[in-house]
């Protein structure tokens, strides 16, 4: 097993090197404000066996994870993700879609999804279209990792590892996950990150294991280009070194802040076709002698979805500060109820359309979507979590840049698999109000399971008073006509007639 500890800090938060104090396969220090990463690279043999037999039937396996509290990002982990649970499947065969084996684990791990199998539970992704997209998409809001926390420390950690059950613990309190697997590597590689605050700096080191803990800052070597990131600090590897290495380097970084922000609100009244309303702090590209379009990317429960086909209009688009659709997962029925359905819902990226003034001034967009009717519920009204978009620039890169493999890289979003590999994203950081929480909280309208008696009872008069009408002038018929036809005519009627 590999394990990386890095701490990014402010430059204004940094240590003292001679602070640091290593003994044997230990680092101790005073604490420090840093943003703080674990990532953990594990052979397949050192997986439980359950764990094992799954990834044997899997080609690809991308987990990621997304508080729904809100926070700030610092150095390379400034990619964002629609708060919740994501995951991006490649099957070995086809065939092994139709198994509820991975639903099951991710049940066990993550706690309570509404899972049942890739076939059923999972959109396809345009794989002919986006060839380094995975196969399958699954979604579902989740607000913490308790239960991977608990999963995490009874099968992963080796009695008597302390530092491995406190690892555990934390979890509960990280910001991101992300968990890869494919087939071609064949290692599992886990990687956690919480958010800037107090870290306690003492780490000790497993004899079978290599960990390398970083202590990290900004700098800007000479040269940097727009796609980089340079940073300063020390290294050290526990077991091997004396004394914390001194380094100063730079690597392609795929994720950079925007410097702007974005709000999110829902226009009243909601009604059954809500209109979610981006308020959006700039208008300029962060790039100016780039190509950049501003996009927003969304994963949307089942319970609520958008309309394609409206969509689709562009004076309409243009009304909103749309520019276009430019995915939207399928299939998406536009007339199910939410109980009829089994996929866990949609993703949208839509193109945003900023405004051509001058002024770097906000602006707004509103995108219209649409209610599913959903189950009945006590009271008359059902609540549905829908998370906030993540809102980004795409830009081109110049001819011939590349992102090759750096210590820090993040890919499999959903939405870099829907650009080419040369794409660089400028994300706008979430700026929400009061609850500081990146979900919005909508009451839908639902039949009253305690009035529903009274449509039973409605319903069997109805029935019986309609039944009581058609004897009723049946029996009328039957009273002056009597029964069978009429008589037949006489020879004196027929020549009358």
């Not at 006590?378 to 809102?391: D, F």
């Not at 039944?467 to 004196?492: N, Q």
Request: glycine letters at 6%.
């Amino acid at each position: 097993m590999r394990h990386r500890i890095t701490f990014f800090h402010r430059n204004e938060h940094g240590i003292e090197p001679s602070s640091l104090k290593i003994h044997d396969r230990s680092l101790t220090g005073p604490d420090l404000i840093a943003v703080r990463e674990h990532r953990i690279t594990l052979a397949l043999e050192e997986l439980p066996a359950e764990l094992r037999e799954l990834l044997h039937d899997i080609h690809e396996l991308h987990i990621r994870w997304s508080a729904p509290q809100a926070h700030d990002t610092l150095g390379p982990w400034n990619s964002r993700l629609p708060p919740g649970l994501h995951t991006f499947y490649t099957p070995q065969a086809a065939s092994a879609s139709d198994s509820s084996r991975l639903c099951t684990q991710l049940r066990a791990v993550f706690g309570d999804l509404d899972c049942s199998s890739p076939v059923e539970s999972f959109t396809r992704l345009p794989t002919d279209r986006f060839s380094h997209s995975t196969a399958f998409q699954y979604f579902q809001p989740l607000d913490a990792l308790d239960d991977l926390s608990t999963y995490a420390g009874l099968y992963a950690c080796i009695p008597g590892d302390r530092d491995c059950r406190r690892w555990a613990h934390e979890l509960g309190n990280a910001v991101s996950l992300d968990l890869s697997y494919d087939a071609i590597s064949h290692v599992v590689k886990i990687a956690a990150v919480w958010p800037e605050g107090h870290q306690k700096l003492s780490v000790d080191s497993h004899p079978d294991h290599r960990t390398e803990v970083g202590i990290l800052t900004p700098d800007s070597p000479g040269h940097l280009e727009d796609h980089e990131l340079g940073v300063t600090g020390l290294l050290t590897v526990l077991g091997e070194d004396t004394k914390p290495a001194p380094v100063l380097f730079a690597f392609p970084s795929r994720h950079k802040d925007a410097d702007s922000t974005f709000s999110s609100i829902f226009l009243q009244p909601l009604g059954l076709h809500p209109t979610l309303q981006l308020k959006i702090e700039s208008s300029k590209p962060p790039l100016p002698d780039s190509s950049c379009s501003l996009h927003a990317y969304m994963t949307l429960p089942r319970t609520i979805f958008a309309d394609k086909y409206q969509l689709g209009d562009e004076l309409f688009l243009s009304s909103k500060n749309l520019t276009a659709l430019r995915y939207i997962s399928q299939p998406v029925d536009l007339e199910a109820p939410d109980y009829a359905m089994k996929l866990w819902g949609s993703s949208v990226l839509l193109e945003l359309q900023p405004p051509s003034t001058e002024e770097n001034s906000p602006w707004t967009v509103e995108i219209p979507l649409h209610l599913r009717y959903l189950s009945p519920a006590e009271g008359g009204y059902s609540s549905i979590n829908v998370p906030w978009p993540a809102v980004f620039w795409a830009c081109n890169t110049e001819e011939g840049t590349k992102f090759p493999n750096s210590p820090f890289d993040r890919v499999n979003l959903g939405f870099d698999g829907l650009f080419g590999p040369r794409t660089l994203f400028w994300h706008v950081n979430p700026k929400p109000e009061g609850s500081g929480v990146l979900k919005h909280q909508i009451k839908v309208p639902v039949l009253d399971t305690n009035k529903t008696k009274w449509i039973g009872t409605g319903t069997t008069a109805v029935v019986l008073v309609g039944f009581a009408y058609i004897v009723f002038k049946l029996a009328s018929v039957f009273l002056k006509t009597g029964y069978g036809s009429r008589k037949p005519a006489t020879e004196s009627q027929k020549k009358k007639q």
